[in-house]
């Protein structure tokens, strides 16, 4: 019998306090301005994939979730494919002792502990544990950073799940993307007291892709060149709160930020609703307790933040997260929620790799 090759990775889920919202290269995935987020740890949301390299496989294929996916010749899964089997066949080249392999089909099997595609960034696991796979299937020694120009070229954000604790994504300048890669700014030991709330209003498909919507704000709202002004102070403002762990400064930029994306989503034409009414009652709690918070000791005490879904995640200092836990319970019962709303399904903490 023949040799095979085969490796497994799991990545974590970030969640961004500053969005990515828009490309200005939808075939590389260049973004049009840089983002921010946190890692969150692996125990919680994560995808893990298994890659396998066998001479007797016919053609690459792909099982999400245990069912079978299209790999769309040129589509982004493709692209992601070709691009790490370019890295071994580079390696295999240079190396005369390497095994050759580059050249063989691979199958891949993904699965995430937690519902894809609903707004819980799956699509940033999932590619950040597909490129991680590969890179140890071929035995590649390229870092995080390098493999994360790859990772983005399949969802943007993804680039940013292949590195642990507050990650900067660098929207770059050069056109051929070389330039927009991921980049720690902090690791989760510099700041082990930030944690995060995962609060899981619905587990629904979403209606509008983060592709589609882009591209939609991109070409109809006017709010949205508005956006782009104020995202590199915000970036340097919260990467100076994050590295002094000055929590107030942080929730206020992290909030504003979710609030503005939401905006330029809802100025898009047709527009877009990404939150709910559910969503809009947790901002109203968090806001309400920041005001009490305030005025007692003139410091917010947490950070709500939505992605391109209902469902919320709150960053808050370990100390609060009982108190929150508390308030939210008390507001949001989960016996009131009809099916598919379940809140609170899980509190994930700050992230590793
Ligand atoms: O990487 P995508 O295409 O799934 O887009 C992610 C967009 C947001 O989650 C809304 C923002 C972000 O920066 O993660």
Redesign the pocket.
Known sequence: MSKVFQATASAPVNI?CI???GKRDTKLILPTNS?L?VTLSQDHLRSTTTSRADPSFAEDTLWLNGKLDEIKPGGRLATCISEMKRLRKELEDANPNAEKFSHWRVHICSHNNFPTAAGL?S??SGFAALVYSLAKLYQLPASPKELSLIARQG????CRSLLGGFVAWREGAAADGSDSFAEQIASEADWPAMHALVCVVSDDKKDTS??AGMQRTVETSALFSQRLTVVPERMRAITKAIQNRDFDTFAAITMKDSNQ?HAVALDTDPPIFYMNDVSRAIITVVTEYNRVALEKCGKRKAAYTF??GPNAVIYAPRENMKEIIELIVSYFPQESFNDPFQLFKSAAVQGRR
């Open positions: 961004a969005k990515y919202w983002s987020s960034a699509s940033a969802s943007g954000s993804a983060s592709t994306f992605d391109a």
